[in-house]
């Protein structure tokens, strides 16, 4: 991603991408499918960030290792099979874990498969880097996604059900703000995040311009 | 281009048979532990379980091949191995998608016991009440089934009426503001116990141990 003349990013530099500079749910705005479906709860948030982590750093791992064969004419459909293969063997393994969480993420599992940022992620950085710097760049990227994720999931869980992790935090007394789980709910607490992270970019930018 | 498109479907492919393979055995094992949970807790206090097939004519174990038009169900036996109750799925469809319910059935009060939630997509904390609503769950106290003098249908059909209007015992009282879903459960019942009970009621010496 980063544009031709720029200076070799370091390792940390490559990691943190993905989580702060290119976060791909705050900055970048992609995968917002998942990201409204399935945050209604914290766990799930979670397990859909971890299950989309590790199909970013296994494609992103075998796109780099096979980047120098693969002819020009047909990236793009090897790397949907790379990604589609992932997914599918990801898919088994939450069945095989817990059958609750496999039901509550349903059809999205599957949908990783056209999640922009992992085939982003291959054509723009795996195809073009070595095995360990794509790998490490994914690592990132997918954390980076798991905390969007999460501060989407946690917030719609406290809010629309009173709860996190499915622990109660206000007692019975509390009544939850339901709408926060309906869809309406997952793009207020994405709005408001994004609000958030605008005005803390903007905030530094001024900082800087001041300063410099 | 033939060869490196062809290396990379191969591998892909042992890949995912390699994964579900692997798989395999603890997927099955996780939704078994899940429909066993499923039963025991619509029928408290039950210890074991065994399915069968009811069909018109007769009752099969599982494992025997299955009569045509047949519904399954599960036989639940306390610790002592005597006959706690039976519990069955119903499906019908609610506000947003089908839901499955599952209901045990009491042969000795001849009326349904309990009840559970299956899989269901409706509205979160509107339709999922079904699941935690206190005062809908108390309709499955005592559902009355009683069949008919023909011994061939329920003597009255289960019916889900409007929140609190609820008379008789063959009535589900709805929950407010979720009636679709509440009726869902109902239809979903319903349909299943008309076909199951006259079927099982002739042959419930089978499976009493």
Known sequence: MSPPGQLELTRMEEFMEGIWRQNPTFVMVLGMCPALAVTISAVNALSMGIATTVVLIFSALLVSLIRNFVPKEVRIATYILIIATFVTVIDYVIAAISLEIYEALGAFIQLIVVNCIILGRAEAHASKNPPLRAVINALGMGIGFTIGLFSLGAVREILGAGKLFGVSLFGPDFQPWVVMLLPPGGFFVLGSWLLLFSWMRARKTAGETAHG | ?209
């Not at chain 2, 949970?37 to 494992?63: C, D, F, I, N």
């Not at chain 2, 019908?92 to 559970?116: C, M, T």
Request: charged share 20%; hydrophobic share 45%.
């Open chain 2, 1 to 209: 281009m033939l060869l490196t498109l062809g290396l990379v479907s191969t591998l892909c492919g042992i890949l995912i048979v390699t994964a579900y393979e692997g798989t395999l055995e603890a997927v099955t094992a996780n939704k078994r532990i899940a429909l066993e949970r499923a039963v025991l807790k619509v029928l408290p206090g039950a210890a074991s379980m065994r399915a069968y097939h009811a069909s018109a004519t007769e009752l099969t174990a599982e494992g025997s091949p299955v009569p045509e038009g047949a519904v399954k169900f599960y036989a639940a036996f306390d610790a002592k191995g005597k006959l706690k109750g039976v519990a069955a799925e119903g499906a019908a469809s609610g506000y947003a998608d089908i839901v499955r319910v599952l209901y045990a059935w009491d042969p000795e009060k001849q009326a349904i016991i309990g009840f559970g939630v299956v899989s269901h997509r409706e509205t979160p904390g509107i339709g999922d009440k079904i699941i935690t609503d206190p005062h809908f769950l108390k309709n499955f106290a005592a559902l009355d089934t009683r069949l008919d003098a023909n011994g061939k249908a329920l003597a009255q059909p289960i019916k889900t009426v409007k929140h609190g209007t609820k008379v008789n015992a063959w009535e589900i009282d709805a929950i407010s503001g979720a009636t679709v879903t509440s009726k869902a459960v109902g239809r979903g019942i319903n349909n299943s116990a008309q076909q199951l009970i006259p079927w099982l009621v002739p042959h419930l010496q089978e499976i009493r141990p």
